[in-house]
Nanobody, 120 residues
Framework: QVQLVESGGGLVQAGGSLRLSCAASGRIFRVNTMGWYLQAPGRQRELVATITKSGSTNYADSVKGRFTISRDNAKNTVYLQMNSLKPEDTGVYYC??????????????WGQGTQVTVSS
């Protein structure tokens, strides 16, 4: 089992910044790619950014140049630095981890989510 706990959400004005953190615990050695997903009001959960264990990153087009995902493997923590925030970035941000047993993908773990609200 891998447990994920997010923190760092809140209320910010448009143009502001926030930094989200996600701490993983449990069977960390099974975690490969980690990422952040956004569930905006009335919409499905969507990918924001992912990062592999070796540091390769992937971003949604809507956040490229504004958001930066990073990872500290020693602390089992993934971060999302969000700059130049827009009202459309509002929603619940979920941390995700892909869990493997050996080389076999065994499923995803999700955090409880953290609310980000960007006011115009």
């Amino acid at each position: 089992q891998v447990q994920l706990v997010e923190s760092g959400g809140g209320l910010v004005q448009a143009g502001g910044s926030l930094r989200l953190s996600c701490a993983a615990s449990g069977r960390i050695f099974r975690v490969n790619t980690m990422g952040w997903y956004l569930q905006a009001p009335g919409r499905q959960r969507e990918l924001v950014a992912t990062i592999t264990k070796s540091g390769s990153t992937n971003y949604a087009d809507s956040v490229k140049g504004r958001f930066t995902i990073s990872r500290d493997n020693a602390k089992n923590t993934v971060y999302l630095q969000m700059n130049s925030l827009k009202p459309e970035d509002t929603g619940v941000y979920y941390c995700n981890a892909e869990v493997y047993i050996g080389t076999i993908y065994s499923g995803d773990s999700w955090g409880q989510g953290t609310q980000v609200t960007v006011s115009s």
